[in-house]
């Protein structure tokens, strides 16, 4: 659902769209390493309703029927969710948008997003949403890519981006690549968007990205994502190549046996409505 011809929006739509089928097969073994820390830190417990915003392919939905809840996933592309629906046949998945939920006041008591703030436009307003919907004394819990500083993966890539990238290529803009990553801030977005910032807990965790191939980095930035996957389609061959170059020169620093081993960072946010 697009939300008002917004044209980050639209870009964001189209490319999920697009890349939905892939998703699942590139980037699921990474994002999903996430979802027991979102589900622990937000004190999933069974009974609880449970609103899953931009479910994706309805992993956060089914780690948390697994406990016992009972999710509702929604997500903005059909093409997600007509995986989920198909992996997760006893879950509710629903189309919308995550900035205007069409779901009632105090309708959940938990809402979870697994890194889908960074892909709205407007992830304040995602957020005032998101406690709307809540009960009072609900939470709401989510994850963002932690930066370049603390995330080895970010760094590579950023570097390489930094060093050989053309920036001005015409894209929507949209929020930060690395949203709400000091503690204070993401703390004073959420207490205007209704919520208890004393509650708030704020954790960086990071995983291991087994990847099979020095070049499996690039390829899925290229290839299977949204944002960086409009700027490499915008540069010159010359410059995407030198891009690739610095990724898989990098990546070779993390090899271990006949794979290679990529630390990524997220930080956990958790916190209660007022």
């Known amino acids: 659902m697009k939300s008002g ?10 490319g999920w769209e697009r890349v939905a089928d892939k998703y699942d097969s590139v980037w699921s073994s990474l994002t999903r390493q996430f979802i027991p820390h979102l589900i622990s830190a937000a004190q999933v417990s069974p009974g609880m309703s449970v609103l899953d915003v931009a479910c994706g392919p309805g992993y956060v939905s089914a780690a948390a029927k697994e406990l016992g809840a009972v999710p509702t996933g929604i997500d ?11 992996m ?16 009632g006041d105090g309708s959940f008591d938990r809402v979870l997003i697994n890194f ?4 709205v436009a407007r992830p304040e307003k995602a957020c005032t949403e998101a406690c709307r919907v809540l009960k009072s004394g609900g939470r709401l819990g989510f994850t963002v890519w932690a930066g370049p500083e603390k995330n080895a993966g970010a760094k590579i890539v950023n570097d390489a981006i930094e060093a050989h990238a053309e920036l001005d290529v015409g894209l929507p803009e949209g929020p930060p690549h690395y949203l709400y990553g000091k503690r204070e801030e993401c703390r004073k977005v959420l207490e205007q968007a209704g919520f208890d910032g004393d509650s708030m807990s704020y954790e960086t965790r990071t995983v291991e990205w087994h990847v099979p191939t020095a070049s499996y980095f690039f390829e899925a930035e290229h290839n299977a994502g949204v944002r960086t996957a409009g700027l490499l389609a915008r540069q010159s061959p010359q410059k995407l190549q030198a891009i690739r170059i610095v990724i898989d020169n990098e990546m070779q620093r993390y090899a271990s046996g006949n794979e290679f081993v990529l630390p990524m960072a997220a930080h956990v946010v958790v916190v209660a409505k007022s």
């Open 116 to 119: 889908g703030l960074l892909h």
């Open 5 to 14: 011809g917004n044209d980050f929006t639209t870009f964001e739509h189209a």
């Open 88 to 103: 997760f046949p006893g879950i509710s998945f629903v189309q919308g948008d995550a900035q205007d939920l069409p779901f």
């Open 76 to 86: 903005f592309s059909e093409g997600m969710l007509a995986i989920a629906k198909e």
